[in-house]
């Protein structure tokens, strides 16, 4: 397999550092770039990876990027899309509850969705398929199917 990793400058650097020290550098290519203004390749990757990403980002801006990382996977790609996320009549869990307070005050448009929000988002991209998986950890992961191109 091979990794296409995107990230800050500053971010890249520390991924570099650990992959090399795992004796795995040929097995990465580095795009330092900015999420918001990287031209992604179309139909370019099987697996695209979103890791608590969106939280941080505003409904404008995680709605550009997960179109434009829909439209990079192949037909038949995935997306995983893992981030802290209410549950569906955003009661909790408690953590997600501490965590939208600290992203009103301490972000420009930081907040916490639930999983039914970001999946229509996805859908709305062009993915035809999303599925919520539970207990990998302390928030649900989703599984993002690509079916036609878009």
Known sequence: AHVTAVDLPRVAEQGRQQ?????????????EADMDTIA?????????????VCR???EERARALLG???????????????????????????AALTLDLSMLVNTAQGHIWTCGEVSAWLKDSGISE?????????????????????
């Open 68 to 94: 434009k990382l829909a439209k990079s996977l192949r037909t038949g790609g995935t997306l995983i899309l893992a981030d802290v996320f209410f549950a569906n009549d955003r009661s909790g869990p408690a």
């Open 130 to 150: 999303v599925r919520r998986l539970d207990g990998v950890g302390p928030f649900p992961v989703l599984v993002a199917q690509k079916g036609e191109d878009v």
């Open 19 to 31: 992959v090399a020290e795992l004796a795995m550098s040929d097995r990465y290519t580095w795009l």
């Open 56 to 58: 941080f980002i505003g």
């Open 40 to 52: 992604y390749p179309a139909h370019s990757y099987d697996l695209v990876i979103l890791a608590h």
